[in-house]
C-alpha cells in the first residue's frame, strides 16, 4: 500500500477496540504515526499499539477519559511532545445508551447525560484543544452515525441526537479551519459487528427485519468504515470539507 500518509501523524480516540483499531491500523497502512487514546482497555491498547508498531510505524497509547473535556489539552499535549506535531484527528470514541422511547417511566436519564458528554462535549473540547496545533492541511474526521440522519428505529432519540450534533458542529469547523486548508468531515457508519452493535441488537448478527432496511443486505465491515476515513484523511481529499458521508448500505434511502 502507498506510503501517502508518511510523516504525518494521527490522533484516533477510542482506539484500543472495534473502528478506533481499525482506522488506527488503516492510517498506520498508508504510513501515518499514531497515537490512541483509551479509557480503560490498557492491555487492548498496549496490543493496538504492538499491532502499529509492527507495521514500521511509530505509535502510542494515551488513557484519557473523554467525559472530563479538562482531560483534552493534556491529551494533545502528550501526543506533541511525543511525536512533535499532529496532523490527523479522528474523533471516534463513543458510547451508546439505547433502547427506551423518551417518554419511558424508568428512562436512565444519568447515563443518557453522560452519553451526550462523551459523544458531543467530548469531541467539542478536543477539537478545541487541536485545533491550535494542527498542522495547516490539517484533517478532523468525527464518526457519526447513521442515526444522526435517518430515524431507523425507536428508542434511540437521544444517541441519535448526540451524533447530529456532531454534523452542525463539524461544518461549523470546516468553516473556522478552512483557510488554514484544515477540513472537517463526518464518516456515518451503519451497524457494524462491535461491542456497540451487540449493547444496541443484543448480537453480532443482525435481524432479518434490521436487514432488509438496506438495499446492501448487510452490515458494514471495520475495514470499510476505515477505509472511508483513511480517505479523507489523505492527500487526495484536500476539497472535501463540511461533508457527511454514510457506509451504510443504503439503508434510508
Not at 499491532?51 to 489539552?73: E, N, Y
Not at 468553516?175 to 449493547?199: C, E, K, S, Y
Amino acid at each position: 500500500m502507498s506510503k501517502i500518509l508518511e510523516g504525518k501523524v494521527a490522533l484516533v480516540t477510542g482506539g484500543s477496540r472495534g473502528l478506533g483499531a481499525a482506522v488506527a491500523e488503516a492510517l498506520a497502512d498508508q504510513g501515518a504515526d499514531i497515537a490512541i487514546s483509551y479509557v480503560a482497555s490498557a492491555q487492548k491498547a498496549q496490543a493496538v499499539v504492538e499491532k502499529l508498531t509492527a507495521k514500521g510505524v511509530r505509535a502510542l497509547a494515551i488513557q484519557s477519559d473523554q467525559a472530563d473535556m479538562a482531560a483534552a489539552k493534556p491529551l494533545v499535549d502528550t501526543v506533541k511532545a511525543h511525536f512533535g506535531r499532529l496532523d490527523i484527528l479522528v474523533n471516534n470514541a463513543a458510547i451508546a445508551v439505547q433502547g427506551k422511547t423518551v417518554d419511558s417511566p424508568d428512562l436512565d436519564t444519568f447515563n443518557l447525560d453522560r452519553q451526550w458528554q462523551i459523544n458531543v462535549m467530548g469531541p467539542v473540547a478536543l477539537t478545541r484543544a487541536a485545533a491550535p496545533v494542527l498542522s495547516d492541511g490539517g484533517r478532523i474526521v468525527f464518526i457519526g452515525s447513521r442515526l444522526g440522519t435517518y430515524a431507523l428505529m425507536p428508542g434511540v432519540a437521544d444517541y441519535a441526537g448526540s451524533k447530529a450534533a456532531l454534523i452542525g458542529y463539524a461544518r461549523r469547523v470546516a468553516r473556522d479551519l478552512g483557510a488554514r486548508g484544515i477540513t472537517a468531515n463526518v464518516v456515518q457508519p451503519g451497524a457494524m459487528p462491535t461491542d456497540m452493535m451487540v449493547d444496541a441488537l443484543g448480537s453480532t448478527d443482525a435481524p432479518e427485519a434490521f436487514l432488509d432496511l438496506h438495499p446492501i443486505r448487510r452490515l458494514a465491515t471495520l475495514e470499510e468504515v476505515a477505509g472511508t476515513v483513511g480517505f479523507l484523511a489523505g492527500p487526495h481529499a484536500g476539497y472535501i470539507t463540511g461533508e457527511v458521508i454514510s457506509v451504510s448500505g443504503g439503508v434510508g434511502i
